[in-house]
């Protein structure tokens, strides 16, 4: 396998196409955005990830890796492209798994692998290959009910698990998943990663796969609303969380998770949904965990606004505030999902206050916060009246603000 293709360099897709070229690989990788395209063959990166540049630029300095808005046949391909909501009722959206599979359909050729990677609903893979078996006809393609089944193409779901700002240390050590259309798959799958990956290659079939994704998320969900319902209850009954978190910790079998502004990211905060979508009746636990981190940043923004009413009854008739953080987690520039963002574009709606937004891992606020003022960190604390800390980057640690109102989400916010 020494010729492979990656389709989205987003996140996932440009380290993931980054450690194949590294280790000797020679890989294409595609993207509809042509300034990401563009980046990457400078040998840089339009992400943030520690370590990745630097990898980056040496793969493409040794002609091992390139970006291309257009694909070109492979051993194998990999495909690493969003899967968002259709709309309010969180019905996923494959339509980016659907064009990516027109695109690479033409290309194959019997013996070539394909690997879904992108966070997909239970049953996507298998509707990935109906797509390729409606464009090639001439192929066969695997069948998941029949797992000892030969098939010209063979097929595999194998999803990340990585942790932003760890993704390059962690994309080699983790343990993958390699959820097989057949068993045959799984074991040309498994060629593929062993490439780099030194952890664990989990062998199972695509639905088991597609759902342990899911899974993983959905129990991480469910851990964390239990810590921020907690921070609701303990603020109701005048209670430190923090104190209460760190107390009950020490019990040998609890390990409670710290409380935050909500839940952001495209994992935990969309996987699962995937879940509850396929399964609205007995996904109980899950959904409730959903509705409890999602309503989160309202709750936050109460408690901001009692800290601008009283500042109100105290002669400042339009209190600033400034808004620590707008990244989903701390020390990354990924703003999807951020339930920080949520907060920061509600509060503009509301026009209570002046707002300064402070995301040092950004040069340009998002589209839905264009009439915001995003600021650096010592004028937002020189001018505000009110500090909330949305999300415990480094820059937010160990500040001085024993003259300011303040309102702190986060661990080590000051």
Not at 249 to 271: K, M, T, Y
Request: glycine content about 6%; aromatic content about 6%.
């Amino acid at each position: 396998m020494k010729n492979i293709c990656v389709f989205g360099l987003g996140y996932i897709g440009l380290p993931t196409a980054a450690m194949f070229a590294h280790h000797g690989a020679s890989v294409i990788g595609v993207d509809v955005n042509q300034h990401a395209v563009d980046t990457i063959n400078q040998g840089k990166i339009h992400i943030v990830e520690p370590g990745l540049e630097a990898i980056v630029k040496k793969a493409v300095d040794d002609g091992n890796l390139k970006a291309s808005l257009t694909p070109e046949h492979s051993d194998a391909y990999l495909i690493a492209v969003p899967t968002p909501f259709k709309g309010d009722d969180h019905t996923p959206d494959l339509s980016y798994i659907e064009a990516v599979s027109k695109a690479l359909a033409p290309l194959l050729e019997k013996g070539d692998v394909v690997i879904l990677e992108s966070t997909s609903p239970v049953g996507a893979t298998e509707q990935m290959v109906e797509w390729l078996a409606a464009a090639r006809p001439d192929l066969t393609f695997p069948d998941y009910y029949q797992p000892d089944h030969e098939a010209d193409i063979f097929v595999a779901y194998c999803p990340e698990r990585v942790l932003p700002g760890k993704v390059v240390e962690e994309l080699i050590s983790n343990d993958r998943i390699i959820g097989g259309m057949t068993k045959e798959s799984t074991k040309k799958a498994q060629e593929v990663y062993r490439i780099f990956v030194e952890g664990d290659l989990l062998a199972t079939n695509s639905r088991t796969a597609e759902m342990a994704k899911l899974t993983e998320n959905a129990s991480r969900d469910v851990s964390i609303a239990f810590a921020n319902e907690l921070s609701i209850i303990s603020d109701k009954l005048d209670i430190n969380v923090w104190e209460l978190i760190e107390l009950a910790n020490h019990h040998p079998r609890v390990n409670i998770l710290q409380p935050g502004a909500g839940v952001g990211g495209h994992c935990i905060a969309v996987d699962p949904w995937f879940i509850v979508n396929q399964n609205p009746e007995e996904a109980r636990i899950t959904r409730m965990a959903r509705e409890i981190n999602d309503g989160k940043p309202k709750w936050v923004i109460a408690k901001i606004n009692e800290q601008i009413e009283a500042l109100k009854q105290n002669g400042i008739d339009r209190p600033t505030v400034a808004l620590l953080g707008l990244a989903f987690k701390p020390n990354i520039d990924d703003l999807r999902e951020s339930p920080a963002v949520n907060i920061a574009r509600d509060m503009l709606d509301a026009d209570l206050a002046k707002l300064l937004l402070v995301e040092p891992n950004i040069n340009e606020l998002p589209k839905s916060l264009t009439v915001g003022n995003l600021v650096d960190l010592d004028l937002a604390l020189e001018q505000a009246d009110i500090v909330a800390v949305l999300v415990a980057h480094s820059e937010f640690e160990n500040l001085n603000l024993s003259k300011k109102q303040v309102v702190n989400f986060v661990t080590n916010g000051y």
